[in-house]
């Protein structure tokens, strides 16, 4: 009797540290919840990071659209003696043709007259030199979300 209670208690034993064991071996449900609130939040924050990023290089490529069209303005009148009309210096000046805006569903501002010009386009992260987009006779500089070029003689 005093062996099979031996024996029984081995086994009883054997099967909670088998079970304790086998226990380690897996994640809790809380510690799982932990990790994926941990990715989610630097998932958040990436994407934030990613999309303001994106805008600041559409407004980069805005300001160097907008100067490039007003230096070949600028090279168009030396040599005509007035602003092409329509705001395009031609294939001569402007191989590429006028720029569009880098955003889909938004274009520049051209206005031209035959001795002045503006041109703007719409900044996404703010911090312009216009408040809108002007007219032919000259831009509206001051702070807002517009960058804006105008004729330089």
């Known amino acids: 009797m005093i062996f099979a209670m031996q024996i029984a208690r081995k086994i009883v034993i054997m099967y909670v ?15 799982l919840l932990v990790v994926i609130s941990i990715i989610a939040a630097l998932v958040a924050v990436v994407s934030t990071s990613y999309a303001s ?12 659209d907008i100067k490039a069209v007003q230096k070949a303005i600028e090279q168009y009148r030396a040599v005509n003696n007035k602003y092409p009309a329509g705001c395009n210096p031609g294939d001569t000046y402007l191989p590429g043709g006028l ?9 520049y501002s051209w206005q031209c007259a035959d001795n002045s ?3 703007c386009g719409h900044l996404e992260t703010g911090g312009g030199n216009a ?12 702070s807002g979300d517009y ?3 105008s004729n330089l003689q």
């Open 117 to 119: 010009y503006c041109i």
């Open 53 to 64: 990023a994106q805008k600041r290089a559409r407004d980069a490529t805005r300001r160097q």
């Open 99 to 107: 720029p569009s805006d880098p955003k889909p569903g938004q274009s």
């Open 131 to 142: 408040q809108d987009t002007g007219t032919a006779a000259g831009c509206h500089y001051g």
């Open 17 to 31: 540290v088998n079970k304790m064991k086998r226990k380690n071996f897996g994640f809790t449900l809380f510690e």
């Open 147 to 149: 960058f804006c070029l």
